[in-house]
């Protein structure tokens, strides 16, 4: 085989693998960048600045001294973090529960149900049994996965802090789209929702400080998170978020991802104290210590937001942690 011919073979296989990965970021499973009257509100945002959002303190993704390249290395000479093999769980039965219950039942990692003052509220719901664009990584441990989408009764409000996989998973929100009612979002995360068959009507989706008001009652504060976004290779095109979620008798602090920061202490001041403050405190890693809090911290948060009580979440279904096992 002269050099010629197996340049163009070589050249047809790159093309070939260049044009299969483009069509397959193409499927819906990835959703939609904001666009049109979206991208143009989004613009006009004091949070979005030179093409992409943008965090209130500078937030490198790496700590200081790792490269993406070392990340790599570590990863691929370390092996697999030692994973459960089989996660105790107690399921409960959503669609029995008394209107007049206030109850919140984790399921896992981010994902969880409330049932405050009779309205039903989902966050972060991933129920496909991994949390990755394709079936076969980032797999629930065994026993952690019990609910699934048949489980869910009707919701009132789902909550999407960011788009990351493992708090928007698009099979779990297609088999979901019949119960809900209204979706709350930071700007952009709504293109996701419109692209998989959503009516826009019902996506409510904003900016840090702003304020939706739901039924009489339940107002949802959009607040901020030290994070970013992205479901694929461009990132930081929709807002992520926290929330100050206020209901008749209780105000729930919905904390989505991200790092310990100040802006934990203007929350507690502008939205608290709050009876429940749901934070990160798994799956972190040193290396990521600006996007995502590291032990101690959340506590420090809970201070800051003048909370009675946390949930911790972030843990306990799935492992995303490079070194997660050395770190713990």
């Given at each position: 085989?002269?050099?010629?011919?197996?340049?163009?073979?070589?050249?047809?296989?790159?093309a070939?693998?260049?044009?299969?990965?483009?069509?397959?970021?193409?499927?819906?499973?990835?959703?939609?960048?904001?666009?049109?009257k979206?991208?143009?509100?989004?613009?006009?945002?004091?949070?979005?600045?030179?093409?992409?959002?943008?965090?209130?303190?500078?937030?490198?993704?790496?700590?200081?001294?790792?490269s993406?390249?070392?990340?790599?290395?570590?990863?691929?000479?370390?092996?697999?973090?030692?994973?459960?093999?089989?996660?105790p769980?107690?399921?409960?039965?959503?669609?029995?529960?008394?209107?007049?219950?206030?109850?919140?039942?984790?399921?896992?990692?981010?994902?969880?149900?409330?049932?405050?003052?009779?309205?039903?509220?989902?966050?972060?719901?991933?129920?496909?049994?991994?949390?990755?664009?394709?079936?076969?990584?980032?797999?629930?441990?065994?026993?952690?996965?019990?609910?699934?989408?048949?489980?869910?009764?009707?919701?009132?409000?789902?909550?999407?802090?960011?788009?990351?996989?493992?708090?928007?998973?698009?099979?779990?929100?297609?088999?979901?789209?019949?119960?809900?009612?209204?979706?709350?979002?930071?700007?952009?995360?709504?293109?996701?929702?419109?692209?998989?068959?959503?009516?826009?009507?019902?996506?409510?989706?904003?900016?840090?400080?702003?304020?939706?008001?739901?039924?009489?009652?339940?107002?949802?504060?959009?607040?901020?998170?030290?994070?970013?976004?992205?479901?694929?290779?461009?990132?930081?095109?929709?807002?992520?978020?926290?929330?100050a979620?206020?209901?008749?008798?209780?105000?729930?602090?919905?904390?989505?991802?991200?790092?310990?920061?100040?802006?934990?202490?203007?929350?507690?001041?502008?939205?608290?104290?709050?009876?429940?403050?749901?934070?990160?405190n798994?799956?972190?890693?040193?290396?990521?210590?600006?996007?995502?809090?590291?032990?101690?911290e959340?506590?420090?948060?809970?201070?800051?937001?003048?909370?009675?009580?946390?949930?911790?979440?972030?843990?306990?279904?799935?492992?995303?942690?490079?070194?997660?096992?050395?770190n713990?």
């Amino acid at each position: 085989m002269n050099l010629k011919k197996t340049m163009i073979i070589s050249l047809s296989i790159i093309a070939s693998i260049v044009l299969g990965v483009a069509i397959f970021m193409n499927t819906p499973r990835f959703g939609k960048h904001p666009s049109g009257k979206r991208l143009s509100r989004i613009e006009q945002s004091p949070n979005y600045k030179n093409g992409q959002f943008q965090n209130l303190s500078e937030t490198p993704m790496l700590a200081e001294g790792v490269s993406y390249w070392s990340v790599l290395k570590e990863f691929l000479n370390s092996g697999q973090p030692k994973e459960p093999q089989n996660i105790p769980t107690k399921k409960t039965d959503l669609k029995s529960l008394s209107a007049s219950e206030n109850v919140i039942i984790w399921m896992g990692h981010s994902s969880y149900f409330m049932q405050l003052d009779g309205k039903k509220i989902l966050v972060d719901p991933v129920m496909s049994g991994n949390a990755s664009p394709v079936s076969f990584t980032t797999k629930a441990y065994k026993g952690s996965d019990v609910y699934t989408t048949e489980d869910i009764p009707d919701i009132d409000y789902l909550f999407i802090t960011h788009d990351h996989w493992d708090h928007l998973d698009y099979k779990t929100i297609l088999e979901l789209k019949p119960k809900i009612k209204t979706v709350i979002c930071g700007l952009g995360v709504g293109a996701h929702f419109e692209r998989w068959g959503f009516d826009s009507s019902i996506v409510m989706e904003e900016d840090w400080y702003k304020t939706l008001y739901l039924d009489e009652g339940f107002v949802a504060h959009v607040t901020p998170a030290r994070h970013f976004s992205g479901r694929g290779f461009k990132r930081n095109q929709t807002l992520w978020a926290s929330f100050a979620f206020f209901t008749p008798s209780s105000k729930i602090f919905i904390g989505g991802d991200g790092g310990y920061d100040t802006h934990f202490t203007e929350i507690g001041e502008k939205y608290g104290p709050f009876d429940l403050a749901v934070l990160e405190n798994g799956q972190y890693d040193k290396k990521w210590k600006y996007i995502h809090t590291m032990p101690g911290e959340p506590m420090k948060a809970a201070s800051d937001l003048k909370t009675k009580t946390v949930l911790p979440v972030h843990s306990g279904k799935f492992t995303l942690g490079i070194m997660i096992g050395t770190n713990h």
